[in-house]
């Protein structure tokens, strides 16, 4: 398997159908997700993905859904920074 560089994995927490697409902290403090999409064929998924992309100014391309396709908490696989990067981006992001 070739080595693709540092990568780090982002819990969120996912609100579909929602007015406005940001980033902010959930009340349990992860990191909270919000987009207009509906939960329907992947779409929201979709939309989560490029949400945190452009919330935290990465290309999209760095982004993959690890885990929780299905659910309103995924996991979310960063690659080309390591998780002080990643957590630095996610404050900034949150400013």
Same mark, same amino acid.
């Given at each position: 398997?070739?080595d ?5 994995v982002l819990e %969120?927490m =996912?609100?579909?159908r929602?007015?406005?697409? $940001?980033?902010?902290r959930?009340p349990?403090? &992860? !990191?909270q %997700?919000? =987009?207009?999409?509906?939960?329907v064929?992947g $779409?929201?998924?979709d939309a989560?993905l490029k &949400? !945190?992309?452009s ?6 391309a ?5 885990r929780?396709?299905s ?5 979310v696989?960063?690659?080309g920074?390591?998780?002080e ?7 900034a992001?949150?400013k």
């Amino acid at each position: 398997m070739k080595d693709s560089g540092p990568s780090a994995v982002l819990e %969120v927490m =996912v609100k579909p159908r929602s007015s406005r697409e $940001c980033l902010e902290r959930a009340p349990d403090g &992860t !990191l909270q %997700v919000r =987009v207009s999409a509906a939960p329907v064929d992947g $779409c929201a998924n979709d939309a989560v993905l490029k &949400t !945190l992309a452009s919330g935290l100014k990465l290309r999209r391309a760095q982004l993959s859904l690890e885990r929780g396709h299905s659910s309103r908490r995924k996991h979310v696989r960063v690659t080309g920074i390591g998780p002080e990067e990643l957590e630095a981006l996610v404050a900034a992001a949150l400013k």
